[in-house]
């Protein structure tokens, strides 16, 4: 029977859910470390306390996990994309590649994250092409970091953008930087190119205030995490600019100019030309990092 169901329209549509982001790990019969990255960890019960998270059958790893007596969850902290990175797609040692400890069964926790988990295996159920494996808490600790956040393919840091970009009362700039396929949308004006950005007062929160201007604009974005917060040393006013990702292929009103490019336009302010040569750069990396400063001078936190 033919399914009505497009799995990569479904999987889109599952990426508006919010989740935060973790790392699953055992060890194997031979006791060496394994693990991946997970988003589909729940909490489950209370007393008893249980959690759950689905390995995918696609996994290396999905047979150890699958029988394993023991594992634990890794929840990652704000600043900790690239360990999700390592754990969701790199090939070798992903142990090699970060700090970890161990919990009390051995089983290897990563170090700085938010919150873990130790579990002994309650209950494995075959779901579909994952399985739900449910994990009874023996232990688990947790600091006073925020959780890295993920939606719609991206990560994002509620706290650093809560204390940053959604401050009432200002006047600001909020625009996205939104790439598809490989290009990035700007706009074209007298002064030179620009992102998409819209003039705030500050009563509406700057997401609330994109979300409503790009789909009234007719575009199919999904925004990202916050990627600048710069302030006018002159003019006052507050810039943020989000990452975000377009469908389609009709985008009215924006130029679409390939991300190696972008070093060679003229921008309306030098800030933007900054902001937008440092996108350009770390597009071939994937490492996406953080300005937070003025138009002139500012610090620019990395992700990692
Ligand atoms: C944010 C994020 C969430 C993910 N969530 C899951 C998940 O819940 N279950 C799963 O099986 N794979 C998930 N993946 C994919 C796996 O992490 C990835 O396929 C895995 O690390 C590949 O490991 P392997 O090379 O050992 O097969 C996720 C990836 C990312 C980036």
């Given at each position: 029977m033919m399914s009505l169901i497009d799995p990569r329209e479904l999987r889109s549509a599952f990426g508006a859910f919010i989740t935060g982001v973790t790392v699953v790990t055992t060890r194997d019969s031979s006791g060496s470390p394994i693990g991946f990255t997970a988003n589909s960890f729940s909490s489950v019960s209370l007393d008893p306390p249980l959690l759950l998270v689905c390995p995918g059958r696609?996994?290396?790893?999905f047979e150890v996990f699958s029988n394993c007596s023991h594992f634990a969850i890794s929840v990652l902290a704000e600043g900790q994309e690239q360990i999700s990175n390592i754990f969701a797609g790199?090939?070798?040692?992903?142990?090699?590649?970060i700090s970890h400890e161990a919990d009390e069964n051995g089983v290897p926790v990563v170090s700085g994250a938010a919150a873990s988990f130790s579990c002994a295996t309650e209950q494995v159920i075959p779901a579909g092409d994952h399985c739900i494996l449910v994990g009874r808490v023996i232990g688990f600790s947790h600091s006073a970091k925020r959780g890295l956040g993920y939606s719609g393919g991206h990560y994002f840091s509620l706290g650093m953008e809560r204390a940053a970009a959604e401050e009432p009362g200002q006047r600001q700039i909020a625009g996205v930087i939104v790439e598809c396929e490989g290009d990035v949308l700007l706009h074209k004006a007298d002064g030179g190119y620009r992102p998409i950005q819209i003039e705030l007062d500050?009563?509406?929160p700057i997401r609330t205030a994109l979300a409503d201007h790009l789909s009234a604009s007719g575009l199919n974005v999904t925004l990202g995490r916050v990627y600048s917060i710069f302030s006018e040393r002159k003019g006052g006013r507050r810039h943020c600019y989000l990452l975000a990702s377009a469908k389609g292929s009709d985008f009215p009103g924006c130029e679409r100019v390939r991300a190696s490019r972008l070093r060679e336009l003229e921008y309306e302010s030098p800030a933007l030309r900054d902001m937008m040569t440092r996108y350009g750069l770390e597009t071939q990396t994937g490492n996406f990092s953080l300005y937070i400063g003025d138009d002139q001078q500012g610090d620019i936190h990395s992700q990692d």
């Open positions: 696609f996994l290396s790893s790199f090939k070798g040692d992903r142990f090699a590649r500050g009563s509406v």
